[in-house]
């Protein structure tokens, strides 16, 4: 009987309560043991029973319903050095863990990825050491590892939605009505700021679908100097035809061509100055995090949480680590490594200036 852990890790995301639920009972189900590691990769620096723990069928009874990360997340300096990532390989090993499924966004998979291809030399190291015994060094010598892509940001390559976007998108489409109905009463504008990092699925998505006048995110980047000129013109034009309100979408991460950020503020002084509009800024922060899961995400987590359990027992030392993805409405497994490389080519498109690859990279063919 294998051991199979769960953590989350990162920013939490709605659903990720439907992803542990679906990982701890499909494992049970399977005839194994279910553990979970609590904080995120602290609990495996920390290590110990108390943030390894093992956990039975009616340990999660209810989550899907529930908001946030029930086995708490983090971001961890600790685990970005090796040191930290040789105590969370002891750790696992002490636990008797076989494997271990990590719930989280872009950059906990990349350290979860890291995690998995310094295995061979961590538990070489914790041997010579005497952190560990022969016989399990023998036993653990390959980390058997899966992710489930949880993040509202929708930013990683290779799977259509990740687990709590949609829940995200929910909340701001909310926000944004409410801003419209105290917006129209006043006839004023708003520039609304959304989270999404560096990838702008979250502003875009919600500009569509509340009918904002203008969005601004990072794969598609103005000129400097010219973006003012171009909103301007569509917002009079749309006042010119009766229009009350005007939403302007600006994704936290909004750049121009010359990666000079743009903030509310810019949006905010040039709507006032140059239309002489009533403008408020609303910045929608950590409520888009916040609440429970929308039925999609709660789907989403529970499919991909029994994949990934199928995807660790099928997985032998040559397969690939597998990313539970989703694409054209079918629960797929991507090899991890691929994943993460191909999402940091986005960041580089950007930073590198090549905004139509970046945009193409994105996975927003719909759109396009
Ligand atoms: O990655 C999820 C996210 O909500 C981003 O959209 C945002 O930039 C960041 O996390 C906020 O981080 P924190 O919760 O640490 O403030």
Redesign the pocket.
């Known amino acids: 009987d294998k051991a199979i852990a769960v953590m989350t890790s990162?920013?939490d995301?709605q659903g990720m309560n439907s992803n542990v639920r679906a990982i701890v009972r499909s494992a049970i189900f399977k005839g194994c043991r279910a553990f979970v590691v609590m904080e995120g990769y602290e609990g495996l620096v920390r290590g110990g029973p108390e943030y390894i723990k093992e956990v039975c069928w009616e340990d999660v009874r209810g989550w899907s319903t529930e908001g946030g990360t029930n086995i708490g997340t983090a971001?961890c300096l600790e685990f970005r050095q090796r040191e930290g990532r040789l105590l969370g390989a002891q750790h696992l090993i002490e636990a008797g863990v076989d494997a271990l499924i990590v719930c989280g966004?872009d950059g906990s998979l990349t350290g979860a990825d890291l995690f998995r291809s310094e295995w061979p030399s961590l538990i070489d190291e914790l041997l010579k050491t005497n952190r560990i015994s022969q016989e399990q060094y023998t036993r653990y010598q390959h980390l058997n590892i899966c992710g489930t892509v949880g993040?509202?940001?929708n930013?990683m390559s290779t799977t259509d939605a990740t687990i709590g976007a949609y829940s995200a998108l929910d909340r701001i489409c909310t926000a944004v009505d409410y801003v419209e109905a105290t917006a129209n009463s006043h006839s004023r504008a708003f520039v609304v700021e959304v989270?999404?990092?560096n990838c702008g699925w979250?502003a875009l998505l919600a500009g569509i679908a509340t009918s904002a006048d203008y969005i601004f995110i990072p794969e598609n980047p103005p000129v400097p100097g010219k973006w003012q000129d171009g909103m301007c013109e569509i917002i009079s034009q749309h006042r010119s035809h009766g229009k009350r309100t005007s939403i302007i979408i600006i994704a936290?991460g909004a750049i121009d061509t010359e990666l000079n950020p743009i903030k509310p503020e810019d949006v905010h002084k040039v709507l006032c100055d140059r239309l002489k509009l009533d403008t408020r800024i609303t910045t929608l922060g950590?409520v888009?995090?916040g609440g429970t899961a929308v039925a999609y995400d709660r789907i989403l987590a529970t499919l991909q949480g029994v994949e990934a359990v199928n995807a660790v027992l099928e997985s032998t030392a040559d397969t690939p680590s597998p990313l539970i993805a989703i694409n054209e409405n079918k629960i797929t497994r991507k090899p991890l490594i691929d994943s993460v490389a191909l999402t940091k080519s986005v960041a580089d498109a950007i930073q590198a200036k090549d905004f139509e690859k970046a945009m193409s990279l994105r996975d927003t063919e719909f759109i396009e």
Do not use: V
Request: glycine residues 24%; charged residues 35%; hydrophobic residues 25%.
């Open positions: 990162g920013g995301a971001r966004g993040s509202i940001d930013d989270m999404g990092r979250l936290e950590h888009q995090r």
